[in-house]
């Protein structure tokens, strides 16, 4: 629960409303609040700190618009501590187990679909086969903490054995070490989109939230295409982030 409000400083040039921002994020920084904890109700947290229900939820929004706040409508709902966003480095390709390991966190697989399927045209031009080829697609929810967080459709080639192996860890690595076709390098798009219905209720929010999709091709050292992936994220839960840097241009 929320510890006892500062008594705001009047006359600092700090508006109130940045500084019951800066004491909601010092008190989930301290332990006070934890993810899920709901704060108290508008009318009695305003009246602790002295403001009005708009300056209240100028503080709010702005936390909620940061993703440290959710807020749920409703008489149920209120203000909620959010589960903190988890980073996702793309620049070295490392599949979403390791991103997780890399979080301290431990990624959860649920299989919604795992067969030998003809080849959407998307898949087949990914992987240099013919449309309608057999390639095995597998489609998982992925989750972090309990929490699901991504929805990974992948396409792989016919390699014999792949649906019968454990899918619910790294598939890079199961390729890796089954295959010998360790993904080295991959093209990836990124683009806001929104939740369908299906998707939504695999990933616990609202039809038409937005998500994050990433289309990826990936391939082995020797250019093989091995993977084509529709992954879409929930931005509220991870912040994608890629590295980048000047390549040196040759002289004159």
Known sequence: MVGTPPELERGTGV?????????????ISDG?????????????LAGRLGVSRMTLRQAL???????????VPGRSGGAFVAEPRIECDLTGLAGFTEQMRRAHLRAEARILRAATVPAPPGAARALGVAAGSPVH???RVRSAG???????????????????CDLTGSLYALLAERYDLEPRTAVERLEPVVARAGEAA????????????????????????????????????????????????PGP
């Open 32 to 44: 006070e609040l934890a993810p899920g904890d709901r704060l108290p109700g508008e009318r009695e």
């Open 137 to 139: 697609e597998v489609a």
């Open 146 to 164: 309990r929490s699901p967080v991504a929805l990974e459709r992948s396409y792989f080639p016919d390699l014999p054995g792949l649906l019968g």
């Open 202 to 249: 695999e990933l616990g929010i609202e039809p038409g939230a937005p998500l994050m999709l990433i289309e990826r091709t990936a391939y082995a050292g020797d250019g093989t295409p091995v993977e084509y992936a529709l992954d879409l994220f929930r931005p509220d839960r991870v912040r994608i982030s890629v590295r980048s840097g000047v390549t040196e241009r």
């Open 15 to 27: 508006p109130a409303h940045v500084q019951i921002e800066r004491w909601l994020l010092q008190s």
């Open 61 to 71: 929004a702005t936390l909620e618009r940061e993703g440290v706040l959710l807020r």
